[in-house]
């Protein structure tokens, strides 16, 4: 009996380090971005205090107010901000996903010469710190004019992403068996047919988490966008984070306001999807 | 309906040949199953004649049309894989009539054709689950299902039940057998199992190392071998296989012991030969079938036995080689007991032991 109890006692003792070491762990995760929700909703006194409030006296929108006003009232072009970084986001995922899909099958599915060379290449970009090309990109953009514009943004976000789902989406091809494809061509499809009536459905919640994490890389760039944006008409939502430092003063609140405007649309894309992410489609068409 | 013919039909990668320009004529309407060992050629043969795989060499007809050169959904064939590769996507009734839509038949001549066939194999209480809600044998009907609902000159099967428990296996394969006693469609069936094969051809192509080794009915496969590889590949327990020498109208063993010729067999003086012996064919006095005509027999010691219920397989040694026997009307066997076996040498072979090829008389 005693030592069913010691055993029932050091199990609950367990279990109490284990949440213990869960909240700590989510509290590292979540407390800065909490913080930066918290901050957009109360006046700047606050968020400069020493040592800080962490409960709230005083909650209001003035922050978000401020931002949608004039500018020179503190107001910052969010909206145009937002189109570009919906343009610019939603465009360079799609073709990053196309090429993806492309690339990503010919590597799942057919041997051809120097593959492995070219997807050894093709991951060493990632090895490449995006920073050190803003110069280089900076030069030639400036040259062919692209500086300040969609397209050299979108062909920006493309060539970072390309590596990426070609990467993540030749692994999820792989995944669907051949015999798939042979079935569907039995059954009297074209080639081209069974691929987007039948390995391109099986594979979708696949390219569909390689779209979602285009589109946040997109979505959430800063380094080169700041390089290569000048004004509104391309500066990205992450640029206009910076409209709210001035030559003296940090307007904390107002960039704690845009930074949650932010993540929004991240948020819900990546519940949206989500949703749509049903793990184990691929199973149960092959194999007992 | 249609034959199919495959005339020194080659397939290489590369420098490595894999299928050695074989030959088949197979019926209309006829079930022949490619049987063999992993790596024999048999479902690079079968995937070549449903055109997933490119010819290297020679023709494939169906019919009378050649089909090299067409794509899979052009040589009207269905085909049934290992793993079913069902569609997870879709449902069961969808996953049926994927191959009409993709015809573009009008909607209710695609319910009408579904249904015949989810009636046919009994998948009419499933049709609306996804494969993943579906049992081994429920995918494999599945399969087979849509194998037959858009009636195909021939049928490929490339193992269909290997992925099956013994005891689905067993019932999936008379139900494929009543299929195609119903349907009436050319079959070519492809299984590593001989039982399999016995049990399903109207006629066995037994290959080895892309070579048809031999090709007949499950009976003559099974009562005249050409070698000794098809002795021993088909028939379970595999056929015993002894070496020795001919000495005047008998093999003589290399422990000395003389066995007959077989009286359907031939070997000159002096030539080293391999006997075969089936299980069947080599039971303890008392507990054997009549022998027929021409018996031997030979004393064993039993080192082994393994009851089966109805018979006793019993394994023993004869001239330094392991020989399986059966007994009839089983009793319990002591440990090393040495019994007296008849032999029916009617049923006995005999292989060259060089070449492996069977010694038959003119």
């Given at each position: 009996m005693a030592s069913n109890q010691s055993h029932r006692m050091r199990r609950r003792g367990l279990k109490i380090a284990h949440f213990i070491g869960l909240f700590l762990a989510m509290s590292v995760i979540c407390i800065p971005g909490l913080w930066i929700v918290l901050n957009s909703f109360r006046p700047t006194v606050e968020i400069m205090a020493k040592p800080p409030?962490?409960?709230?006296n005083d909650l209001n929108l003035d922050h978000y107010r401020a931002m949608f006003?004039?500018?020179?009232?503190?107001?910052?072009?969010v909206l145009t901000y937002f189109r570009n970084s919906l343009i610019i986001s939603v465009t360079s995922t799609v073709i990053a996903i196309l090429i993806g899909m492309a690339g990503g099958y010919a590597f799942a599915r057919y041997r051809f010469k120097g593959k492995a060379a070219i997807f050894i290449a093709l991951m060493v970009?990632?090895?490449?710190?995006g920073v050190a090309l803003s110069l280089p990109l900076f030069i030639i953009y400036a040259r062919v004019g692209l500086i300040d514009t969609h397209i050299g943004m979108i062909v920006t976000y493309v060539a970072m992403n390309v590596p990426f789902t070609i990467w993540l989406i030749d692994g999820f091809f792989r995944q669907v068996p051949r015999e798939l494809a042979e079935a569907a061509e039995i059954d009297g499809c074209t080639r081209w047919q069974a691929f987007w009536r039948v390995e391109f459905p099986v594979a979708r919640s696949g390219i569909a988490s390689a779209g979602i994490f285009a589109f946040l890389t997109s979505w959430n760039e800063y380094a080169l966008a700041s390089q290569l944006t000048r004004s509104v008409t391309s500066k990205t939502m992450p640029v206009g984070l910076?409209?709210?430092?001035?030559e003296f003063t940090l307007n904390w609140g107002g960039m704690c306001a845009l930074a949650v405007l932010m993540i929004i649309p991240a948020l819900v894309l990546t519940f949206l999807v989500q949703k749509h992410l049903i793990a184990g489609l691929t199973f149960g068409g092959v194999k007992g | 309906m249609a034959q199919v013919h495959l005339r020194n039909l080659i397939k290489a990668y590369g420098a490595l040949?894999?299928?050695?320009?074989i030959n088949l004529d197979i019926a209309d309407g006829e079930f022949v199953v490619l049987v063999?060992?992993?790596?024999?050629?048999k479902s690079t043969t079968l995937r070549m004649i449903a055109g997933l795989e490119d010819i290297s060499g020679g023709e494939i007809a169906i019919g009378e049309r050649?089909?090299?050169?067409?794509p899979p959904r052009d040589r009207n064939i269905s085909m049934v894989f290992q793993n079913y590769a069902?569609?997870?996507?879709?449902t069961v009734r969808e996953n049926l009539g994927f191959s009409l839509k993709i015809a573009k038949r009008p909607q209710a001549d695609i319910d009408v054709a579904v249904n015949k066939a989810a009636d046919i194999l009994s998948l009419t209480p499933l049709m609306?689950?996804?494969?993943?809600?579906?049992?081994g044998g429920q995918r494999q009907r599945v399969a087979m299902g849509r194998a037959i609902v858009?009636?195909?000159?021939v049928f490929l099967f490339d193992e269909?039940?290997?992925?099956?428990d013994a005891k689905l296996r067993t019932q999936m394969r008379v139900e494929i057998k009543k299929l195609h006693q119903r349907l009436g469609s050319t079959i070519v069936y492809v299984t590593h199992d001989q039982v399999e094969a016995m049990t399903l051809a109207d006629r066995i192509v037994i290959m080895r190392d892309g070579h048809i080794e031999q090709v007949g009915t499950p009976i003559e496969v099974f009562d005249n071998p050409v070698n000794t590889f098809v002795a021993t590949f088909i028939g379970s327990p595999p056929m015993n296989l002894l070496e020795g020498r001919v000495d005047q109208g008998a093999v003589v063993l290399t422990d000395g012991s003389r066995l007959p010729i077989p009286p359907r067999y031939t070997a000159a003086q002096g030539a080293a030969v391999t006997y075969g012996i089936r299980a069947d064919n080599i039971m303890p006095v008392g507990h054997a079938?009549?022998?027929?005509?021409h018996i031997a027999t030979v004393d064993m010691a039993v080192t082994l036995s393994e009851p089966l219920g109805t018979e006793t397989l019993l394994f023993a040694e004869l001239a330094g080689t392991e020989v399986q026997a059966k007994m009839l009307n089983p009793r319990p066997v002591r440990g090393r007991e040495t019994m007296t076996f008849q032999i029916a040498l009617d049923k006995c072979h005999l292989f060259?032991?060089?070449?492996?090829?069977a010694l038959r008389r003119a």
């Open positions: 409030v962490w409960i709230p006003g004039a500018v020179g009232e503190g107001g910052v072009p970009t990632r090895a490449v710190p910076l409209d709210f430092t001035s | 040949q894999v299928v050695h320009a063999g060992p992993s790596g024999c050629g050649v089909v090299n050169d067409l069902l569609y997870p996507h879709m609306d689950r996804r494969p993943a809600a579906l049992s858009r009636h195909p000159e269909p039940l290997s992925n099956l079938l009549p022998a027929g005509d060259d032991a060089a070449t492996g090829s």
